[in-house]
């Protein structure tokens, strides 16, 4: 069965840092587009970033632009994500995703992780 497992999250104050990381099992998603995506109570799940098979191509929300970083290493088969200059704003659970396109959207995505908790406090 295939599986993305989220690592990282935690409770950091405002203006701290984090780096979540994304490891599938079940097979390797080295030819797959990788996404981050959160969810605030009470709000709709939203896209974070994005990043292509071979890393070369990466998209941002507008809202995390500057402070957040994607990234992977496909030897290792992991997908990062630097959270820097954290916000309470950003307090939500995270998921990765893995799918054939790289995007904003979604319903593009067919491989979910469970989510990891992010808590920014100020």
């Known amino acids: 069965q295939v599986q993305l497992v989220e690592y990282g999250g935690g409770l950091v104050q405002a203006g701290g840092s984090l780096r979540l990381s994304c490891v599938p099992s079940?097979?390797?998603?080295?030819?797959?587009?990788m996404g981050w995506f959160r969810q605030a109570p009470g709000k709709e799940r939203e896209f974070v970033a994005a990043?292509?098979?071979?890393?070369?191509?990466?998209y941002y929300a507008d809202s995390v632009k500057g402070r957040f970083t994607i990234s992977r290493d496909n030897a290792k088969n992991t997908m990062y994500l630097q959270m820097n200059s954290l916000k309470p704003e950003d307090t939500a659970v995270y998921y990765c995703a893995a799918g054939r396109a790289t995007t904003n959207n979604a319903l593009e995505y067919n491989y979910w992780g469970q989510g990891t908790q992010v808590t920014v406090s100020s």
């Open positions: 079940g097979r390797t998603f080295s030819h797959y587009a």
């Open positions: 990043i292509s098979w071979g890393g070369g191509i990466t």
